[in-house]
């Protein structure tokens, strides 16, 4: 008999709760047998990519090859989520409109709050500039 294979838990936006947790495959998590991203990854390292398939969920393990987490990039992480919860070709709002919504608070709390966004969006960039010149500068040797 086959065992049921683990499922791997899909990466959260920030300001979700893991309380509506899904597998990479879309399954919700709290109903299959899961392992997060770095115990897949841990997974693969001690048995190889060809053993961790075997009690691996396949959609799951080219799922999250393909999809960044919030902090690797934030952009891909969105993408991703649009891409989840958008319609496509009449299937209507299988996945709800979650996102949809997050996203009209979000905007209505930057307008609410613009001096402080434009302030953290110009502190990042700020932080982005000091990094790239510090990498930049050379380094000095310990003699």
């Known amino acids: 008999m086959k065992e ?28 299959v047998k899961t392992v997060t991203r770095d115990e897949y990854a841990r997974r693969c390292k001690d ?10 969920c396949m959609t799951c393990m080219q799922t999250a090859k393909r999809w960044e987490p919030w902090e690797i990039d934030p952009r891909k992480a969105i993408g991703r989520e649009v891409e989840w919860e958008t319609p496509y070709y009449g299937s209507g709002d299988k996945h709800g409109t979650r996102l949809k ?3 009209l608070a979000i905007a209505a709390l930057i307008d609410a709050h613009p001096d402080e ?14 990094l790239k010149q510090k990498t930049a500068r050379p380094r000095k040797e310990h003699g």
């Open 4 to 31: 049921p294979v683990d499922h791997i838990v899909r990466p959260q936006l920030p300001w979700r709760s893991m309380t509506l947790a899904l597998t990479e495959c879309g399954y919700d998590a709290f109903r």
């Open 47 to 56: 048995l190889g990519t060809t053993r961790a398939a075997m009690i691996t």
């Open 117 to 130: 966004f434009q302030q953290l969006v110009a502190d990042i960039e700020k932080r982005r500039e000091w």
């Open 101 to 103: 919504d997050e996203l």
